[in-house]
């Protein structure tokens, strides 16, 4: 399995509303990161976890929390978000050793309304 | 400090023609440095990747880059074009973090290729 599979590949939500985004692989890596991307430009690191705990926060705003419950998952749960972010989000996982190369998955399109 | 700037937004070419999508890099070490492509609505895919081996890197669908220290260059190249091309093309180069066994990517701005038929 050379995949990292996130669920929905689509949300809607309201500005009250709470949802999670979620992220799994299972190729044994034991990093694993969120990015954010708006339309025409390149991603933006959210969170990096590494062995389970959280060693990146890119000053994200506390509506979003991420979490890492076990070395194959990690999830992002969203609470009171804005208009604004509206966005593609990217989970991706790396080795601890070798090749530095991040494996993305295809990514959870959200809609704030 | 590191950065990544690609040198055009947008490149247009024939089908069947050579691509050619120009990234300079800026590192205080020896770079890791990456093309990862992105077609509409989808992940991010890597196409090829240059740890200090061999110069001349070759990826997947036909891809290639050339890591010129002189230059700081790393422009990516492909002999003919095809319409499945058509994508955005991010130069990324990464460094370790805080973290263990992490990485963080700088990405450039990104190239979209379009290809006509």
């Known amino acids: 399995d050379t995949e990292v599979t996130q669920t929905p590949k689509h949300l809607v939500m309201g500005m009250t509303n709470k949802k999670s985004l979620k992220c799994e692989q299972h190729?044994?890596?034991?990093?694993m990161y969120w990015y954010k991307q708006k339309a025409k430009k390149p991603p933006e690191l959210m969170f990096v976890y590494s062995y389970e705990k959280l060693s990146i926060n890119e000053s994200v705003p506390s509506r979003f929390s991420p979490e890492c419950p076990n070395s194959s998952l990690l999830n992002l749960h969203l609470h009171a978000l804005q208009p604004e972010d509206s966005a593609l989000y990217l989970c991706?996982?790396?080795?601890?050793?070798?090749?530095?190369?991040?494996?993305f998955g295809a990514g959870s399109r959200l809609t704030v309304l | 400090a590191q950065s990544v700037t690609q040198l055009d937004s947008h490149v247009s070419v024939s089908e069947g023609t050579p691509v050619l999508l120009r990234c300079n890099y800026s590192s205080s070490y020896s770079p890791s440095l990456f093309w990862y492509v992105q077609h509409p609505n989808k992940g991010l895919q890597l196409l090829l990747k240059y740890t200090s081996a061999a110069t001349l890197v070759k990826g997947i669908n036909g891809f290639e880059a050339e890591f010129k220290k002189s230059e700081t260059s790393f422009h990516l190249t492909k002999p003919s074009a095809h319409m499945s091309d058509a994508a955005e093309y991010f130069c990324v180069v990464s460094s370790p973090t805080s973290g263990a066994g992490s990485y963080q990517l700088t990405f450039g701005k990104g190239t979209k290729l379009s290809v006509i038929p």
């Open positions: 190729m044994g890596h034991r990093a």
């Open positions: 991706a996982s790396s080795q601890v050793s070798g090749a530095n190369v991040l494996t």
